[in-house]
Structure formats: C-alpha cells, structure tokens
C-alpha cells in the first residue's frame, strides 16, 4: 500500500485566484443610478402621457415635437431600458446555470433590451420630427 499524501486545504485556499471579476460594484451602481435617474423621468413621462390623452396626432406630435418633451421621453426609454437590460442580465446570471443557456439568455436579453429601447426612441423621434 503506497503512502499518499493528503493536504487539507481550508475553503478560502480552495478558492484562491477563482476570485471577484470585479465587476459587480460597477452593476450595481449603474442599477441605483438608473432607478433614482427612474423616478423623475417616470413622472414626467407620465405628466405627458396624460396631457396627450385624448389628443389627435396632430397634436400629439406637436407636443413631442418640442425639444423639452422629446429629450425627456427619450431619456426615460433610454433609462428605462438600459435598467430593465442590467435587470435582466443580473437574473440570468444568478439562475441560468448551464453555460449554453446562459449565453443564450445573455444574448437574447441584449437583443430584445436593444431593439426594445431604439424602437422607442425611433418612435419618439418620427412623431417629434418626421424623421
């Protein structure tokens, strides 16, 4: 029977060099920074979305088509978006655990959190200029 040497290894020394990628503070604030960046565009958004209803067309991309209006609604899609897209992703990463699937879900939030915020600003900025 050969002699083998066993080495206890202590749970910190296991994980050695497998450590932080040091990038979760910097997810974290960008989610603080676009909820509080959130709650006013909410409001304003909300405050033109009641003074448009009922409106025609028209009227509605007279109002859009001021300057003020325009670049507050698409700061709040803007906002809106890249929050949900961090959201996202930080979900993802906690729950989807094969690496496949992952990439995929990583992916497709990308895409849909992108497609989803340009639509919004196109939107905005067809009504406001007929780009």
Same mark, same amino acid.
């Given at each position: 029977? @050969?002699?083998?040497? *066993?080495?206890?290894?202590?749970?910190? @020394?296991?994980?050695?060099?497998?450590?932080?990628?040091?990038?979760?503070?910097?997810? $974290? +604030?960008?989610?603080?920074?676009?909820?509080?960046?959130?709650?006013?565009?909410?409001?304003?958004?909300?405050?033109?979305?009641? @003074?448009?209803?009922?409106?025609?067309?028209?009227?509605?991309?007279?109002?859009?088509?001021?300057?003020? &209006?325009?670049?507050?609604?698409?700061? $709040?899609?803007?906002?809106?978006?890249?929050?949900? +897209?961090?959201?996202?992703?930080?979900?993802?990463?906690?729950?989807?655990?094969?690496?496949?699937? *992952?990439?995929?879900?990583?992916?497709?939030?990308? $895409?849909?959190?992108? &497609?989803?915020?340009? @639509?919004?600003?196109?939107?905005?900025? *067809?009504?406001?200029?007929?780009?």
């Amino acid at each position: 029977m @050969a002699h083998e040497t *066993k080495t206890v290894h202590n749970p910190p @020394a296991a994980a050695r060099y497998y450590g932080s990628a040091h990038t979760g503070t910097q997810t $974290f +604030w960008h989610q603080r920074i676009t909820s509080v960046a959130g709650v006013p565009l909410t409001i304003a958004f909300i405050a033109i979305v009641i @003074a448009l209803l009922g409106r025609s067309h028209a009227t509605t991309g007279q109002v859009l088509g001021s300057p003020l &209006v325009a670049i507050v609604v698409i700061l $709040f899609v803007a906002s809106i978006a890249y929050h949900m +897209w961090i959201g996202m992703q930080e979900i993802i990463v906690d729950y989807v655990h094969g690496p496949v699937a *992952k990439y995929l879900a990583l992916f497709g939030n990308m $895409f849909f959190c992108s &497609v989803v915020g340009l @639509a919004s600003i196109y939107a905005v900025l *067809k009504l406001s200029n007929g780009v």
